[in-house]
């Protein structure tokens, strides 16, 4: 689903092995949704360069800016937008 790419960036911002799983349960859990509100499935493999530039966004700004206090919320946010760009496109 994830290259090793986004796995190494989910890897380094992650503290334990707990929170990369929970990143990655984050934007499956997006991902299902947009598909689910479209009625299409995304193959996540074609769209690899969108989903690690997301991580990198989400991640400098969860490190920069001292306002997101829900993580997790921020981040399903940011993949839902994604991943409905991405079915948009299609």
Known sequence: ???????????????????AHNAVGIIIRAK????????RVLIAEDWQEEIEATLRKVYHKIKTDAKIKNVDNYMFGAFCTTFENCLIQL
């Open 32 to 39: 299902n949704k947009q598909e689910k509100k479209y009625g």
């Open 1 to 19: 689903f994830l290259d090793k790419r986004c796995l190494d960036l989910i890897a380094l911002f992650s503290n334990t092995i707990q929170e």
